[in-house]
Antibody, heavy 118, light 110 residues
């Protein structure tokens, strides 16, 4: 059974940093691209970032480009999102998701909540 | 990276069929056959219902179908059931090698 467990969320002041982690199990992690998707309270889904199976390719939404960095450690079956210069508008539930093919996300974690507030 | 355009809400009675549209541009929906649809119930993670425009993952009811014409993709749910009431999101690959979601559509089963 595929399991994706996010961690690292919390309350952080504007301008500070936070690192999210996603622990994967139940599948061959280094066979799949991975993504981060967020959802602000009461709002819709927003794709944040994606990374290929071998970290050779990464992509970011314009709203986070230059501030967020996605990475993965295939030896540890883990996905990360380094978030710098956080803003109030980054407040959201952050989901880790497994790319089955062409960006279709079959498996999702339960999310980790990031709140940016002073 | 503008969000894809979906109607804010649609509704239908049990047994009826409804269609949710998802409009983009030639740089996303119209340019690639990489459109997915997700169902999200309150407080739950999204669930993949359709991928690659019209393919259904294993376990998804065949009452759900997808299609695309030009820059607009569509999700059709036939034989509407109470448990179909949820939020639905489309997503597409883009020419910038990124992905974009639609704003979401709230489906109400009357």
């Amino acid at each position: 059974e595929v399991q994706l467990v996010e961690s690292g969320g919390g309350l952080v002041q504007p301008g500070r940093s936070l690192r999210l982690s996603c622990a994967a199990s139940g599948f061959t992690f280094d066979d799949y691209a991975m993504h981060w998707v967020r959802q602000a309270p009461g709002k819709g889904l927003e794709w944040v970032s994606g990374i290929s199976w071998n970290s050779g390719s990464t992509g970011y939404a314009d709203s986070v480009k230059g501030r967020f960095t996605i990475s993965r450690d295939n030896a540890k079956n883990s996905l990360y999102l380094q978030m710098n210069s956080l803003r109030a508008e980054d407040t959201a539930l952050y989901y880790c998701a497994k790319d089955t093919s062409s960006g279709s996300l079959l498996d999702w974690g339960q999310g980790t909540l990031v709140t940016v507030s002073s | 990276q503008s969000a894809l355009t979906q109607p804010a809400s649609v509704s239908g009675s049990p047994g009826q069929s409804i269609t949710i549209s998802c409009t983009g541009t030639s740089s996303d929906v119209g340019g690639y056959n990489y459109v997915s649809w997700y169902q999200q119930h309150p407080g739950k993670a999204p669930k993949l219902m359709i991928y690659d425009v019209s393919k259904r993952p294993s376990g998804v009811s065949n009452r759900f179908s997808g299609s695309k014409s030009g820059n607009t993709a569509s999700l059709t749910i036939s034989g509407l059931q109470a448990e179909d009431e949820a939020d639905y999101y489309c997503s597409s690959y883009t020419s910038s090698s990124t992905w974009v979601f639609g704003g979401g559509t709230k489906l109400t089963v009357l």
